[in-house]
């Protein structure tokens, strides 16, 4: 193993660690998809397709999935007012490493994520049996892709952005994402002409993928090319604005 992944682990443990210690970021990531799995599966209150726990799966991974946008938000923002990112970004890690780092503990975390949620679904009725490899592999890759939208936007205001700007930025948009963009509740629910805009943002497409594809086994492709989409984008924009210091 070269030195420049030895530091990137390093750094990943670093930030995974920085994660799972800070309670704000344990509720935000762990605690409310876990409630929102339960809550979903086991109330009637939010229509949602058969079997009712799948869809509420769906529905708790793609908020799972989004808490990273808030997370990293925030940390970025701290982390650029007090110098910390400018400081590392001139260490032999170098910016990309640091960078990696963050996404690497994204992914970390989103596993601890997974293997949670999988447990308190498999309580409340969730059955994972009926899928096969190509919609297991659909399913890590919406995972996957979102993760990297909700990250590189996350770097975007996180980076170019006053810290108390980006709280309550990052807050905002995580509740209205999680109320009303699709990401948890059917865009069904909206009006006609919403839910078809709503379809190719990140969060609409996310959430319906997902539950589309653990009710019925269906692999939303064009759910899949939306995220690259916006993936693309966001990183493009991260990459041109983002300042590593305040």
């Given at each position: 193993m070269s030195a420049t992944s030895r530091r990137v682990l390093a750094q990943t443990r670093f930030e995974t660690l920085a994660v799972l210690r800070n309670g704000e970021q344990?509720?935000?990531?762990?605690?409310?998809?876990?409630?929102?799995?339960?809550a979903l599966a086991s109330t009637d209150l939010v229509p949602l397709p058969g079997p009712r726990a799948h869809a509420a799966m769906g529905s708790a991974l793609a908020m799972a999935v989004a808490s990273s946008f808030t997370s990293q938000a925030i940390a970025v923002a701290f982390d650029r007012r007090w110098g910390v990112l400018r400081m590392l970004a001139t260490t032999p890690l170098g910016p990309r490493g640091l960078l990696a780092g963050k996404l690497g503990a994204v992914l970390v975390v989103l596993v601890v994520q997974t293997v949670l949620l999988g447990a308190i679904g498999l309580a409340v009725g969730w059955r994972p049996g009926g899928l096969d490899?190509?919609?297991?592999?659909?399913?890590?890759a919406l995972m996957v892709l979102g993760t990297g939208v909700f990250v590189t936007f996350a770097l975007l205001?996180?980076?170019?952005?006053?810290?108390?700007?980006?709280?309550?930025?990052?807050?905002?948009?995580?509740?209205?994402?999680?109320?009303?963009?699709?990401?948890?509740?059917?865009l069904d629910m909206l009006p006609g002409?919403?839910?078809?805009?709503?379809a190719f943002l990140p969060p609409g497409a996310l959430g319906e993928a997902l539950r589309t594809l653990l009710t019925d086994g269906t692999v939303d492709?064009?759910?899949?090319?939306?995220?690259?989409?916006?993936?693309?984008?966001?990183?493009?924009?991260?990459?041109?604005?983002?300042?590593w210091d305040a």
């Open positions: 344990l509720l935000l990531t762990l605690l409310l998809p876990a409630i929102a799995l339960v490899v190509v919609q297991l592999l659909g399913a890590l205001v996180g980076g170019t952005l006053r810290p108390e700007a980006v709280l309550a930025i990052a807050n905002l948009l995580f509740v209205l994402m999680v109320v009303g963009g699709g990401l948890v509740l059917p002409a919403v839910a078809a805009v709503l492709v064009v759910a899949l090319v939306v995220l690259a989409a916006w993936a693309v984008l966001g990183g493009v924009l991260a990459t041109r604005a983002f300042r």
